[in-house]
């Protein structure tokens, strides 16, 4: 009755069964292990900003290039404020606002983007206050270059003039005559009465959208899995059937082969006694 098995076609589905199954399982294991890496990614994170604020600051050259292990790392910087602009579209415990971004002047001539703080409601120069005067000393935490679209960072182009969409040296040289430090800090204490903004976790570090997409693939693959050994089970049974029915002399066998190879619809025989009652009338009426 499983003589079947043997044959070209049944060759091919149990090949491709074979290789279907591991294939899956490897493909949802690894979606899997991503998504663990991103959850190990955000509690290193979120440790590592609760004991860099006990640290002590360390002067900013030792902490350039921004990476994972210095992001949220205390650094304190010399210099002059300078331009003044406004980061709208952010929000801090679930309200809308801005930051205030002051470019602070080092002796090397270079500029570091420092956000003085927060405040709410729409973006206006009114609102925000004016920075210190001659040569001030900040401390802070240490931020990496912001990318648009990610992280919450707005996605938009075209702001106003005295405004800008994301904090890095990409968007800010375009807004300022000077270099720009591809880095940012975010001051422990607002400044002027404004409220500090928080450290952000660097990029895909975070139980964002796509650590939780991550996952989701990782149900896809392992559904497939199941989907393929149904698939196969299924098939495998009508074969059984067809042959059994053969066996009983209920169906040609010529006709259980044909039905197998065609994908074994259950109505195909049905469709065939019905073409031969039409061959048959009109036999009649020639006659």
């Known amino acids: 009755m499983y003589r079947f098995l043997l044959t070209p076609r049944w060759w091919g589905i149990n090949v491709f069964v074979v290789l279907a199954i591991p294939f899956c399982i490897f493909m949802g294991s690894w979606q899997l292990g ?9 509690e290193a994170a979120t440790t590592q900003h609760e004991s860099a604020r006990r640290e002590a600051a360390r002067p900013l050259t030792e902490l350039l290039p921004v990476d994972k292990e210095t992001v949220g790392k205390q650094t304190t910087v010399t210099g002059r404020y300078d331009d003044q602009l406004l980061v709208p579209e952010r929000k801090l415990d679930d309200r809308e606002g801005f930051y205030v971004l002051t470019l602070l002047r080092t002796d090397g001539g270079k500029a570091l983007p420092v956000v003085r703080g927060w405040l709410p409601g729409e973006p206006d120069p009114a609102k925000a206050p004016a920075p210190p005067t001659g040569e001030v000393t900040v401390t802070g935490a240490l931020q990496a270059a912001e990318s648009p679209g990610a992280n919450g960072v707005s996605g938009r182009s075209g702001w106003p003039a005295g405004q800008t969409g994301a904090i890095s040296a990409a968007t800010l040289l375009n807004l300022v005559p000077y270099d720009v430090y591809d880095a940012w800090v975010t001051l422990n204490k607002g400044d002027s009465g404004m409220r500090a903004v928080p450290v952000s976790a660097p990029q895909n570090t975070g139980l964002d959208l796509k650590a939780f997409q991550n996952l989701g693939y990782t149900a896809e693959w392992f559904a497939f899995v199941g989907f393929v050994i149904f698939m196969w089970f299924r098939l495998l049974r009508r ?49």
């Open 34 to 42: 991503r998504f663990e890496d991103r959850v190990q990614d955000h």
């Open 239 to 287: 074969e059984v059937e067809l042959a059994r029915d053969a066996e009983l002399g209920l169906v040609e066998q010529d006709d259980a082969d044909e039905a197998g190879d065609a994908g074994g619809a259950t109505g195909e025989s049905g469709d065939r006694a019905d073409g031969a009652k039409a061959d048959g009338d009109r036999a009649g009426l020639v006659s």
